[in-house]
């Protein structure tokens, strides 16, 4: 369930550091940290998204309350949510990068995903008229060398 996670700090400690961290996920794209982080950040993230997909001035504004630079709002709002408009959720991926070397806590990276621009495709190939068929010119035919036969 997200949001259930303590993360060993208090609670206004806990939301400033999500708040900060989502906030260079949206800025940079991708992010390092613990895994236990990670999934955190992912849901709260993702949240964002969906607030800059709607477009509203509410949403706006509650994404302002949320992300500490007015910037990133802009960012999200007028280049990252139209990206993902086709798109129902799941705007990140978490790549797990193994161990810390100082206290083994399992590490991971957070990065938004690239969704390329999908193209509506055409409705139907137009055929091009078809042109009067030139008569097959034949090629000649080759004779196999006749043997000589000794006298």
Sequence with gaps: MPGSRKLGRTTAHRKAMLRGMVTLLLENGQIETTLTRAKEVRSMAEKMITLG?????????????????????????????????????????????????GDAAEMAIVK??????????????????????????????????????AE
């Design 112 to 149: 938004l995903i690239k969704d390329a621009p999908v193209e509506k495709p055409a409705e139907k190939p137009v055929e091009a008229p078809k042109a009067e068929e030139a008569p097959a010119v034949e090629a000649p035919a080759v004779e196999a060398p006749a043997e000589e036969t």
């Design 53 to 101: 997909k709607k477009n509203t001035l509410a949403s706006r504004r509650a994404a302002l309350a949320y992300i500490t630079k007015e910037d990133v709002v802009s960012k999200l709002f007028n280049e990252i949510a139209p990206t993902y408009e086709n798109r129902n959720g799941g705007y990140t991926q978490i790549f797990k990068l193994g161990a810390r070397r």
